[in-house]
C-alpha cells in the first residue's frame, strides 16, 4: 500500500463559513484524524456582536477580527483556503470554489459542514439597498463608518441651515438589537465624543430616528426590556417610531407611513436572507429559504453534509431557533462532535438540543438589557456582565487585551478608537467646477 | 460697529493640508488672535513614518493615523474641514476646494500656508503604477497590505509549482528607506508570523527583492549605515540587487537589466513628486516641481503666502532640504511663529533655518541603522531608540500606548495587530465557470 492509498484512508471534512459554525466545528475536530479544509470567503472570522461599534468608530476592524488561519494554526489536520464556494455536487461530494485568481477548484469531501450564514434582505425591495446599506461584515462596518463620519465633516462646511438639518438626520430601519445598539451609539458617538470638535455642528441639531414595523422595540426579548430599552433610546435623544413601515427610501431620505423624513444617512438593520446553501443543495428549505435539517443537523437522506447556524432551520419545542450566535456556535460544535464519532468509531451524541443562555443588547454606554432564562435585567450592572462575556469570546487573546483596553479608554475618556475616513466617496469632482469657474482662469489672472 | 465688522478685523488663516507641516503650523498659532481653517483631504493627520508597518500589517491604520479635529479639538481658534483644494487666488486671496457633496467652495485668507506634500512619481512611466502599486496614504497602505496577504492565501490553494512559486516573489522597486523597511518587513512577516500558519507554503520558498539603480541601499545615509542594512537585509533572506534599473513592469512582473523576474507582488517605493501647488500659485519651481520660497518659507513677492515641508524649494548650504518629516515639522512650526509675530505686532525671527536632527530606518525586527551629526549607529540599541522617538511623536496618546503594546507583543510573539483582507480584489467569478461546468447542471443530477 502506497501512500497515496494511505492518504485515502483519512476522511476529509470540508467546512464552508468560518463564522461562529464554522470555526467551532473546525475546533470540535482537533483530534480527530481527518484532513480538515475550512473555506471562506474572507481571510477572517468576525466576532459579530460587535461590529456595531466598529460602524461608530469605537473599535477598529482588527479588535474583533481574527485572521482565521491564525485561529487554527496549532491545528494541524486543518488547512484554511480563501474562496467563494459555488456549488456542491452531493453525488460525487465535492465542493466547488474560486479562488482570488482561479475559477472552479474542486474540493472533495467525506463529511460536508455548511456554516454559511446569512446576508441583509430588503423584502423584496433590493433598490433601497444603495441608500440604505446593511451591517453584516466589516466592509459594511468601514463603509457605514465612512458615512456617518463623512456627514458630519459636511455639516460643518455646509451653511444652508435646511441642508445642514438633512445631513444630520440619520435613521436606522429596523429596531432589533443591530439597530437599537446602532441608533444608541450614534446617540452616544454625537453627546461624547464629537461635542468639543466641530465648530458649526451643534449636538443637539442631530436627529436619530429609529424605526419598525413592530409594536416595540427588541421584539424577541420580554416586554419590560423593550420597554427599558425604549427609555433609554429616548433619553439618549433617539426618536422611536414603531408599528411604522418604510414606504420608500431615496437618496433624499424614507418616507415612512406616508410622511417624508429628509435624511442622507439611512442604514438597514432590518431583515436577513440565508445564503444559498440550500440552493446549492437543492433541498428543502423553509419559507425563508433556510435549509430543513434533521435532529442531528444532518440533510435529509445525506447523513455526511451537516448544516449550522443560520443557514439551518430546526424546531425544538415547536419553536424553530433563533438566527444568534449560540445557536451557531453550539450547533457547529455538535457537528464537529458527531463527525469525530463516526469517524473515530465512538458512540455517537444523542439529537442536538439548543440551550438557551439568553439575549442581551447595548443600549449606550454602560446600558444593557440582559434576559437569561426567567431573569430580567437592565443597566449598568448588566453592561458589566455583558462586557465580561463579549471579551470572553473573543478569538484570540490579544483582542481580548485590545478590546478591553479600549473600553475602559473610551468609557473614561470618551474618545473613540478609530475616526478614519478611509476611501470616502470621491469629492465633487472638479470637471463640473472648472466648467462654472474654470482653475485655470482663476490663476490667469495672476500669471 | 457691528459684530461682522469685528469679525472682520480677526486675521483669517487658512492651512491646506493637515500633514507634519500643516499640524504644526496649526499648534504654532494656538494662541493667536485669528480664525484658523485647516482644509485637508483627509480626516486624519497620518504618522507617515511607521506607514510600512500598516501596509505588512504590524499596526492597524487606527494606530498611526489620528482625526485632525480631534488633535485640535481644545483648539478653539481652529476649524477644520474636509475638502480638496483644487486652485488659489493671489489676488483677491481666496483658496477654492471641493467638500463631499459641492463643489468650488471659496476660503478667504490673510495668511495662507500651503503644506501639501508629495505623491509617488512614476518617472515618465505612469503605465506601472497599476502593477506597482507605491505607499503614502492610508488607502495605499491597506491596498497594499491585501495584496501582500493575499498573495499567501492564493499560494495556499495553488498546486502548480512555477505559478507557487511566482505567487511568493515580492519586488520592491527603490532602495531608500520605505523600500529597506518593507523588504525587511516581509521578510519578518514571512519567517516569524506566517510560518506556522499555511500548510502548502514553505517560508523559504519565499522569495523578496529589492532593487535600485543606486550603487547601495539607503542612499541618503554614511556608507558604512549603507553596508550594515544590506547585509541586514541579506541575513533575512532580501535579494538586494543594486545599479540596476527596472526596465518593465507589468501583470507577469518585473524586467530588470533585461532579465525578467516573475512576480505577482510589485510595490513602488522609489520617487516622489510634489502635490500641484506650484500649478495653484503660478510660481517658479524647482526642476522636481517644488515651490521655490524665500528664506522666510514665502512665495517671493507674497509674504502672506508660505509653502513648507516636501511642497517647498529651499538650499540651506547650497544644498536643497531633504523630504523628511522633520523639515515639514520645523518649517510649519516656523511659518506658525513668524504669522503669530506679524498679526500681534510681536518682532519677527530670523530667517528659517533646519536643524538636522538625523535620519533612521529600521531593517526588521530589532534592527536600527541611525546616524545623527557624526554619530553612527546599527543594530538593537538604535532600534530602541528608534522606538522610544517614534512613539514620542505620535499625535495622540492613545495612539503612543496602543502601539507601544503593539510593539512589545509583537516582538514577543512574533503575532501581528492587523492581518485582515478587507475589501480584497473580486474572485474569479462564476460567469466564467459556470459557462464551463454550469453550477445548475451540477445540482441538476441531484434534483
Known sequence: MNNTDLQKQIPRIVIVGGGFGGLAAAKALKHTPARITLIDRTN???????????????????????????????????????????????????????TIDRAGVVEPYD????????????????????????LKNLADAVAIRNKILSAFEQ??????????????????????????????AI????RKTLRSEFRRVDPSSVRVVLVDMAPRVLGTFPQELSFAARRRLEDLGVQVLLGQGVDQIDEDGVVIA?????????????GVAPSPAGKWLNV???????????????VPCHPEIFVVGDTASLDQDAKPLPGVAQVAIQGGRYAGKLIHARVTGASPPGPFRYFDKGNMAVVGQGFVVLQSGKLCLSGFFAWLMWAVVHLCFLALFSMQVSVFLQWVWTYLTGRRGSR?????????????HTSQQPAKELLGKNA
Do not use: C
Not at 455646509?158 to 438589537?177: N, Q, S, Y
Open 155 to 184: 455639516a460643518e462646511a455646509e451653511e444652508d441651515p435646511k441642508k445642514h438639518r438633512d445631513i444630520l438626520t440619520f435613521v436606522l430601519v429596523g429596531a432589533g438589537p443591530t439597530g437599537v445598539e446602532m441608533a444608541s
Open 284 to 298: 428543502e428549505t423553509d419559507r425563508a429559504g433556510r435549509v430543513k435539517v434533521r435532529a442531528d443537523l444532518t
Open 44 to 98: 477572517h472570522h468576525l466576532f459579530q456582536p460587535l461590529l456595531y461599534q466598529v460602524a461608530t468608530s469605537v473599535l477598529t476592524p482588527g479588535q474583533i477580527a481574527a485572521p482565521i488561519r491564525e485561529v487554527l494554526r496549532n491545528q494541524q489536520n486543518s488547512t484554511v483556503i480563501l474562496g467563494e464556494v459555488t456549488a456542491v455536487d452531493k453525488e460525487q461530494r465535492i465542493v466547488r470554489f474560486d
Open 420 to 432: 478614519l475616513i478611509v476611501n470616502h466617496e470621491p469629492f465633487s469632482r472638479a470637471e463640473q
Open 258 to 270: 406616508g410622511e417624508r423624513i429628509a435624511s442622507k444617512t439611512v442604514i438597514w438593520t432590518a
Open 187 to 190: 446617540g452616544v458617538l454625537v
Open 111 to 134: 463529511y460536508l459542514v455548511l456554516a454559511t450564514g446569512v446576508r441583509h434582505s430588503y423584502f423584496g425591495h433590493p433598490e433601497f439597498e444603495k441608500f440604505a446599506p446593511g
